[in-house]
């Protein structure tokens, strides 16, 4: 089970740190974050691999954005700073077997979602 948290209101420029929980066996796992806008697609935005050695960024979000990971606590962070309107969406953790897993990776296990909403 994965549950996020961290979600809410901001204003653009500002900052929100989202964690994700995980429960049960998640060991050798890589994480990632996904969101959806309103009336569109999910997108990937971000993973991280087991080991936390190697991270993946969507190109809208590449220096903004920061993926971490806390193997002891079972918990994933994204830390989003510089937030845009377009950000503005619900916020997806997933769970993938693989121990190295990109926007192309197949995710087995995902959260219900947290929002974010960023005001202009």
């Known amino acids: 089970q994965l549950i996020e948290s961290g979600g809410g209101s901001v204003q653009a420029g500002g900052s929100l740190r989202l964690s994700c929980a995980a429960s049960g066996r998640t060991f050798g796992y890589a994480m990632g974050w996904f969101r959806q806008a309103p009336g569109k697609e999910r997108w990937f935005v971000a993973s991280i691999s087991w080991s936390g050695g190697s991270t993946f960024y969507a190109d809208s979000v590449k220096g903004r954005f920061t993926i971490s990971r806390d193997n002891a606590k079972n918990t994933v962070y994204l830390q989003m700073n510089s937030l845009k309107p377009e950000d503005t969406a619900v916020y997806y953790c997933?769970?993938?077997?693989?121990?190295?897993?990109?926007?192309?990776?197949?995710?087995?296990?995902w959260g219900q979602g947290t929002q974010v909403t960023v005001s202009s």
């Open positions: 997933a769970a993938s077997k693989a121990s190295v897993a990109g926007a192309g990776g197949r995710y087995d296990y």
